[in-house]
């Protein structure tokens, strides 16, 4: 398989659609997860295309002496990929997104979120509209690929690569260069080895509830400085947080974010396993399964109203979706056949879910487990799922 014959059908429509409404589309995603392929895709056969890569140095001095007068010139599409590489391009963006019938349409590739980068969100606020690139997904790879999308992760060069050892070898040589080169061309002032560290240690967190104080005392630094490492690997869309649910149930429930690596081929990289032997053999499997199905649901539902739930007394719902006012849940279980559990019961009725939906590795047929609950193989979910539970009656409030 070449990256070339996979296709990424609903990214290509969400870009279209995006730059078709607004003056100025940001496509973000980590580095090497197929930005730049994505856009050359959505250029093929357009003859207004202007294109500047800021990743090279022809790129960059083609745009500093003059940057507004030469933007300001150009009519059709323009290209800025690496956009973070030149942050002072989005104030001068920003008045030629107001001009009247928008001349140009710029459509920007970048590799660090707008809070990562100074004055991005208020230079484009109104102006920009936003698409966010996960990795590979299994609905792009095909299900027969599952496997070796878990375990080499979705960044396409991993996934692609002719053998494991030659995936282990480009994890090495992304996880340098993003720490050598890509952290300070942002004007972060890190030190390379403890940024390493942390993201290191960030791998036997995964799946985890939050403790940047424990963290810190763990490598010797202060909570805050925590703070700032993980906020650097958020904001390059290497981790995630993802935000609790709380409401007034008269329990005590869990407040403080989860840790999530949001590629599993780079947590299995820091985890030191070795191909599916070792996955399966490794404590953190069941960590490991629940990151990746997480970001597969998320890739097609996206992360808006996304929440996790868990209680002090140990009941938890891995993943929590508000949608047109219902909820829906997902627990992701590295399971054969998994089996209903007390804890599904209680968040089923203490949230008062419209469905429940348990995702698993295997190759089987969905099955009920309740009569709002049904274990799905990951390899065969979809948003179908999602359109058939909402057209079901919701579930009456008490």
């Given at each position: 398989?070449?990256?070339?014959?996979?296709?990424?059908?609903?990214?290509?429509?969400?870009?279209?659609?995006?730059?078709?409404?607004?003056?100025?589309?940001?496509?973000?995603?980590?580095?090497?997860?197929?930005?730049?392929?994505?856009?050359?895709?959505?250029?093929?056969?357009?003859?207004?295309?202007?294109?500047?890569?800021?990743?090279?140095?022809?790129?960059?001095?083609?745009?500093?002496?003059?940057?507004?007068?030469?933007?300001?010139?150009?009519?059709?599409?323009?290209?800025?990929?690496?956009?973070?590489?030149?942050?002072?391009?989005?104030?001068?963006?920003?008045?030629?997104?107001?001009?009247?019938?928008?001349?140009?349409?710029?459509?920007?590739?970048?590799?660090?979120?707008?809070?990562?980068?100074?004055?991005?969100?208020?230079?484009?606020?109104?102006?920009?509209?936003?698409?966010?690139?996960?990795?590979?997904?299994?609905?792009?790879?095909?299900?027969?690929?599952?496997?070796?999308?878990?375990?080499?992760?979705?960044?396409?060069?991993?996934?692609?690569?002719?053998?494991?050892?030659?995936?282990?070898?480009?994890?090495?040589?992304?996880?340098?260069?993003f720490l050598e080169r890509d952290v300070p061309q942002l004007g972060l002032r890190v030190p390379a080895s403890a940024l390493r560290r942390f993201w290191s240690m960030a791998?036997?967190?995964?799946?985890?509830?939050?403790?940047?104080?424990?963290?810190?005392?763990?490598?010797?630094?202060?909570?805050?400085?925590?703070?700032?490492?993980?906020?650097?690997?958020?904001?390059?869309?290497?981790?995630?947080?993802?935000?609790?649910w709380h409401e007034n149930l008269g329990k005590r429930q869990v407040k403080s974010p989860k840790l999530y690596f949001r590629d599993s081929g780079l947590l299995h990289y820091?985890?030191?396993?070795?191909?599916?032997?070792?996955?399966?053999?490794?404590?953190?499997?069941?960590?490991?399964?629940?990151?990746?199905?997480?970001?597969?649901?998320?890739?097609?539902?996206?992360?808006?109203?996304?929440?996790?739930?868990?209680?002090?007394?140990?009941?938890?719902?891995?993943?929590?979706?508000?949608?047109?006012?219902?909820?829906?849940?997902?627990?992701?279980?590295?399971?054969?056949?998994?089996?209903?559990?007390?804890?599904?019961?209680?968040?089923?009725?203490?949230?008062?879910?419209?469905?429940?939906?348990?995702?698993?590795?295997?190759?089987?047929?969905?099955?009920?487990?309740?009569?709002?609950?049904?274990?799905?193989?990951?390899?065969?979910?979809?948003?179908?799922?999602?359109?058939?539970?909402?057209?079901?009656?919701?579930?009456?409030?008490?």
């Amino acid at each position: 398989m070449q990256h070339k014959e996979i296709q990424r059908k609903r990214l290509l429509g969400a870009l279209s659609v995006r730059c078709e409404e607004s003056p100025a589309t940001v496509l973000l995603g980590a580095r090497q997860v197929g930005k730049t392929t994505l856009a050359n895709m959505f250029c093929e056969g357009r003859a207004d295309v202007t294109w500047y890569d800021l990743e090279s140095s022809a790129g960059m001095e083609s745009l500093r002496a003059m940057p507004e007068k030469t933007l300001a010139e150009k009519r059709g599409l323009v290209v800025l990929d690496e956009i973070q590489r030149m942050p002072e391009l989005f104030r001068i963006l920003r008045p030629l997104c107001d001009r009247k019938g928008i001349p140009a349409r710029f459509l920007l590739l970048g590799s660090a979120s707008p809070d990562l980068v100074r004055g991005v969100s208020e230079s484009l606020a109104d102006r920009a509209q936003f698409v966010h690139m996960p990795g590979l997904t299994v609905e792009e790879v095909g299900a027969k690929d599952q496997d070796r999308l878990w375990i080499r992760g979705g960044l396409p060069p991993a996934f692609l690569a002719k053998d494991a050892a030659a995936a282990a070898r480009w994890h090495e040589g992304f996880v340098q260069t993003f720490l050598e080169r890509d952290v300070p061309q942002l004007g972060l002032r890190v030190p390379a080895s403890a940024l390493r560290r942390f993201w290191s240690m960030a791998a036997h967190y995964h799946g985890q509830i939050l403790n940047l104080a424990e963290l810190g005392r763990a490598l010797g630094v202060a909570a805050g400085t925590a703070r700032h490492y993980l906020d650097i690997l958020c904001g390059s869309y290497l981790l995630r947080q993802l935000p609790p649910w709380h409401e007034n149930l008269g329990k005590r429930q869990v407040k403080s974010p989860k840790l999530y690596f949001r590629d599993s081929g780079l947590l299995h990289y820091f985890l030191g396993t070795e191909g599916m032997d070792g996955l399966l053999a490794h404590p953190r499997l069941g960590a490991s399964w629940e990151g990746f199905a997480l970001e597969q649901i998320l890739s097609w539902t996206g992360d808006r109203d996304a929440y996790f739930w868990a209680t002090q007394r140990g009941a938890e719902l891995d993943l929590l979706l508000l949608r047109g006012g219902r909820r829906y849940g997902f627990e992701f279980k590295a399971s054969d056949a998994p089996k209903l559990t007390p804890s599904m019961r209680i968040a089923l009725d203490d949230l008062k879910l419209d469905r429940l939906w348990v995702l698993h590795p295997a190759e089987a047929e969905p099955y009920a487990l309740h009569e709002r609950i049904d274990a799905v193989p990951l390899r065969r979910w979809n948003n179908g799922y999602l359109e058939k539970a909402k057209r079901r009656p919701p579930i009456a409030a008490t």
